[in-house]
């Protein structure tokens, strides 16, 4: 077993909270984001395109939008871990729920405020459930596979597809603001950012 393996295999409970806090707080900040309305992340775009169109709420939207990404993964060969399957489920659930509990923007203060709050809490969360490595979350998972296949740095490839998603949610009806090209530009640079202090390390005393 190499050192990474054992320091993983020796801190199931701190990965199951990052896991878990990370999945939990990655659909709270994308609600964040859309009672800004300053323009919600790229896959919310599309999620709200497809909630608009089917009658589904936002949250199952995109948990839908999650299983449909996992079938991309087969010609990517990613395999599925814990936090994939979590991550379907707990973040439209999340979602969904934070959307009962806080109201929309009431002025430009007050939306400046949630979509701060929103854009750093969905990029530190995203790199916090990553680090956990029990498996990446759909989205993420397509980020990665890209990145291995391609051998682009992971802030080209977020880009790509953020700016890929986020064109097809605004065909389908999803609404675009400023802080949507905002999000699909540093999302991928702030969540390298991140990794970088969530990610697991080897320690040298191991």
């Known amino acids: 077993m190499t050192t990474p393996d ?26 964040f984001l859309v009672k800004s309305s300053l323009g919600a992340a790229s896959w919310n775009v599309l999620a709200e395109g ?6 589904l709420t936002f949250g199952w939207s995109t948990n839908i939008i999650a299983v449909a990404v996992l079938l991309l993964w087969i010609p990517l060969k990613e395999r599925p871990g814990l936090g994939t399957f979590l991550n379907v489920f707990l973040v439209g659930i999340a979602a969904d729920a934070t959307a009962e509990l806080i109201p929309y923007a009431h002025s ?10 929103g854009l750093v809490m969905l990029s530190f969360s995203c790199a916090l459930y990553l680090g956990a490595q029990f498996g990446a979350g759909p989205r993420d998972g397509l980020m990665t596979g890209l990145v291995r296949v391609t051998g682009k740095p992971i802030w080209i490839v977020r880009t790509i597809i953020e700016l890929f998603v986020v064109a097809i949610g605004f065909l389908l009806g999803g609404v675009v603001g400023f802080g949507t090209l905002l999000i699909a530009i540093t999302m991928g640079p702030l969540v390298q950012l991140f990794l970088r202090v969530t990610i697991l390390r080897p320690a040298h005393n191991v």
């Open 6 to 31: 054992r320091l993983r295999a020796g801190q199931i409970p701190l990965r199951l909270s990052m896991l878990v806090i990370g999945t939990i707080t990655f659909g709270v900040a994308t609600e």
């Open 50 to 55: 497809i909630s608009l169109l089917t009658g």
């Open 108 to 117: 430009f203060q007050h939306q400046l405020l949630y979509y701060s709050v």
